[in-house]
């Protein structure tokens, strides 16, 4: 869909059908509807609508039974929403129109719950862990207070002429 007439197409389409689902469209099974994407065919001939009901994303039987209701009632309800979005967009042929259940929401929740208990997880093992340090507590090097003194006689660092360590080869004049 990169085409950007489809993509208005798409965006127009979304903001009818939401429109129409909540002023016009009065069936009892419908649920509480979020109109989450759309998606058009390089023709436009094909919508794909995507949704989401509250309350539908449980585990549990009302939230299937209210999901499988309103999957009924957009189905019903498809014929007037396809003639509403033909004459909003005053397109020659009007797209079909699929409705398909949104399972984004469900996902993220699930992805929400897997890292709640990988953070519990690492939270238990950083509680099991020591205050010990596995090594030294400071793993860095540093010179003990005799090495400098050594260094300088084996021709290291000597800056007693104030050259930066020079020797008399290198020194400027």
Known sequence: MSNPRV?????????VVAQMLERRIKDPRLGF???????????AQQATIFYTVLGAGEATDGGAADQAATAAA?????????????????MRHAPTLEFVHDALPETARHLDEVLAR?????????ASRGTTYAGEEDPYKKPRPGELDDLDDRGGLDDRDGLGG?????RLD
Request: aromatic share 0%.
């Open 74 to 90: 957009l189905e019903s309800a498809k014929g007037l929403l396809r003639s509403e979005v033909a004459k909003q967009l005053g």
């Open 166 to 170: 020079l020797d008399g080869l290198d």
């Open 33 to 43: 509807v979020t109109v989450t994407d759309v998606r058009v065919s390089g023709d």
């Open 118 to 126: 990988a953070k519990a997880q690492d939270e238990a093992v950083a």
């Open 7 to 15: 993509r208005r197409i798409a965006d127009r389409i979304k903001v």
